[in-house]
């Protein structure tokens, strides 16, 4: 059974760190681009990193850059959101999403919802003092 399972989440301060964690189970992650994506209430679904299985390419959103780093473990069938400087306009559910087409060449839709095919349940991080 193909699946992914985030976790990492919690409550942290403004300007803390999280490291979230996405296990792939019933398929080897290294074939796949991996996105993740993050909802807060009343918003919508929204883009925030991607790793390329096609050449190892990552996509930010500008929200994001320079304080989050996308990262995969092969070995541990894992791919790694390293969050730094967190505000709190970063408070959402957290996804991890995959496409589930090997190889597959990301390029402008890598921050679509409609390009993912298989999604995990989502972790929650909160960023308030």
């Known amino acids: 059974q193909v699946q992914l399972v985030e976790s990492g989440g919690g409550l942290v301060q403004p300007g803390g760190s999280l490291r979230l964690s996405c296990l792939a189970s019933?398929?080897?992650?290294?074939?796949?681009?991996i996105g993740w994506f993050r909802q807060a209430p009343g918003k919508e679904r929204e883009g925030v990193s991607c790793?390329?299985?096609?050449?190892?390419?990552?996509y930010y959103a500008d929200s994001v850059k320079g304080r989050f780093t996308i990262s995969r473990d092969d070995a541990m069938n894992a791919v790694y959101l390293q969050m730094n400087d967190l505000k709190p306009e970063d408070t959402a559910v957290y996804y991890c999403?995959?496409?589930?087409?090997?190889?597959?060449?990301?390029?402008?839709?890598?921050?679509?919802?409609?390009?993912?095919?298989?999604w995990g349940q989502g972790t929650q991080v909160t960023v308030s003092s």
């Open positions: 790793i390329s299985s096609f050449d190892g390419s990552t």
């Open positions: 019933g398929f080897t992650l290294g074939y796949y681009s």
């Open positions: 999403a995959t496409p589930l087409v090997p190889r597959v060449k990301m390029g402008s839709n890598w921050s679509q919802p409609s390009t993912y095919r298989t």
